[in-house]
């Protein structure tokens, strides 16, 4: 069974412009963390995008994806920093 920043972090993990998450936000679980996603009422995440794409488009599709995770908290997404695609 997972936990549901490990879904969130599936799901970032799964978009092709998602280069890796950064540690802006991390959760703690039992023997793990979870490095770029925090759960805790409002969520939040912090990636690192491949070039390539609107910035604002990127944002929203990651909102949409985390959205489907974890119902209608509300989602802040951090762009850490850029990286050649």
Known sequence: ??????????????????????DAFTSYLPGR?????????RVGVAVVLRLGRPIP???????ERVGAVTGPAPV????ADLVDA
């Not at 963390?33 to 009422?41: D, E, L, Q, T, Y």
């Not at 488009?57 to 909102?63: K, N, S």
């Open 1 to 22: 069974m997972t936990d549901v920043a490990e879904d969130v972090e599936a799901a970032l993990l799964a978009h092709p412009a998602v280069a890796r998450l950064d």
């Open 33 to 41: 963390r979870v490095v770029g996603v925090r759960v805790a009422g």
């Open 76 to 79: 802040d997404v951090v762009v």
């Open 57 to 63: 488009d990127v944002v929203a599709e990651l909102r």
